[in-house]
């Protein structure tokens, strides 16, 4: 079983970046799909982004394409979220998320009810 903690949330302007990460402990790993879900205030929990454990293929929704960025680095037992260009729509909790299955296959679209490990969230507020 896998427990994972986000960090990195904060405060940041219009435009700007922030990096959240994704670390786990009790499993390694490589043999989970990772994704990073947000939740809104008044909104339901959505899928962002997510990447396979087989070869790294990832998915983007269509409004983050292009300035979100998520990566795994297996051998510090870490996933992130680059994003940049941030924007106020942006602006919620984000939740890392991890799905046991490391074989071929597209991970996307993350939909909540096929992962199985849930972080507690961290906040990101978008605003000037």
């Known amino acids: 079983q896998v427990q994972l903690v986000e960090s990195g949330g904060a405060l940041v302007q219009p435009g700007g970046s922030l990096r959240l990460s994704c670390t786990a402990s009790?499993?390694?790993?490589?043999?989970?799909?990772i994704a990073w879900f947000r939740q809104a205030p008044g909104n339901q929990r959505e899928g962002v982004t997510c990447?396979?454990?087989?070869?790294?293929?990832?998915y983007y929704r269509e409004s983050v394409k292009g300035r979100f960025t998520i990566s795994r680095d297996n051998s510090k037992n870490t996933a992130y979220l680059e994003m940049n260009n941030l924007k106020p729509e942006d602006t919620a909790v984000y939740y890392c998320?991890?799905?046991?299955?490391?074989?071929?296959?597209?991970?996307?679209?993350?939909?909540?009810?096929?992962?199985?490990?849930w972080g507690r969230g961290t906040q990101v507020n978008v605003s000037s």
């Open positions: 990447i396979s454990s087989y070869d790294n293929r990832s």
């Open positions: 998320a991890a799905q046991s299955y490391n074989g071929p296959g597209f991970c996307g679209p993350p939909l909540n009810y096929q992962y199985d490990y």
């Open positions: 009790g499993s390694t790993l490589d043999r989970y799909i």
